[in-house]
């Protein structure tokens, strides 16, 4: 239903929801979609909405991006590759960030390229350091029939075998689907995260029509613990009445 949701406004709420955090979190990392339509403008409203964050803020690509409009639009962070598919890596210590390029430009599936599969076992085999993975596009099917079939369908399995080599990845992150689930994948856990907009509803029929409601907008905050490792709260956008004391 075009112009129910003002995804910017909604974005700025987010924004909003994350400086209110106490302690802010290192970075903010957002899992594709950036754009609506890729286009240049798109993604100088997307910069001057996370210029108001005073943390990193990293994007992996989503199937609404366009690979050299992203790229040329934050140029300026260091963060994305000159040329090629938007892999990149950051030192974060005690954790590495591993952006991935599920992009397929004019399509809603993605897929993960044989160079993009190569740089995960690259950058892997590179350091022990425990990391967390973000790509668009989930490489599962979760029961949401739509969804599923725009999901990662090429790379998924490829993906799953090269962490099952490399136990050090806490988390596979990703988005697309507009609403949180979790699998085991590979010998780690890969999550789907909410939206900070609209959520897809929940409709596990294989015939459920593509349907989003206005269920609360949220995302995922990671908390590293040298000793128990990765923890992942989903916490809402919108203030909830309260606290109160017990
Ligand atoms: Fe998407």
């Known amino acids: 239903m075009a112009g129910l949701v003002d995804t910017n406004a909604m974005t700025d ?8 955090l106490s302690p802010r979190p290192d970075a903010v990392i957002v899992s594709g979609d950036i754009a609506e339509h890729g286009q240049p403008g798109d993604y ?11 943390m990193p803020v990293y994007a992996v690509p989503g199937n609404h991006d366009r690979r050299e409009a992203m790229r040329a639009a934050f140029s300026d962070r260091a963060y994305l590759p000159s040329s090629g598919p938007l892999n990149f890596v950051i030192d974060a ?9 599920s992009l397929v430009e004019n399509q809603g599936h993605g897929v993960l390229s044989a160079e993009t599969l190569a740089f995960v076992e690259r950058t892997l085999t590179s350091s022990n350091r425990p990391a ?13 029939a739509h969804m599923d079939r725009i999901r990662l ?30 699998v ?16 897809v509803a929940l409709d596990l029929n294989p015939n459920g029509p593509p349907c989003f ?34």
Request: hydrophobic residues 45%; proline residues 8%.
């Open 44 to 54: 100088a409203v997307a910069r001057r909405l996370f210029e108001r964050l005073p």
């Open 132 to 144: 967390m993975i973000f790509v668009h596009h989930p490489p599962f099917d979760c029961g949401i």
């Open 213 to 246: 409601n206005l269920e609360p907008p949220a995302f995922l905050l990671h908390r590293w613990d040298d000793d128990i490792g990765l923890v992942t709260h989903m916490a809402y956008v919108d203030q909830a009445t309260g606290p109160f004391d017990f």
């Open 13 to 20: 709420r987010a924004v909003d929801a994350l400086l209110r």
């Open 184 to 199: 085991r994948f590979g010998g780690t856990l890969c999550q789907i995260a909410p939206s900070v907009a609209h959520q």
């Open 93 to 101: 210590p005690p954790l590495r960030l591993i952006g991935l390029d």
């Open 153 to 182: 369908i090429e790379g998924a399995s490829e993906l799953e075998q090269i962490l099952s080599r490399h136990n050090q990845v806490q988390r596979v992150v990703t988005g697309h689907v507009h609403r949180p689930a979790l």
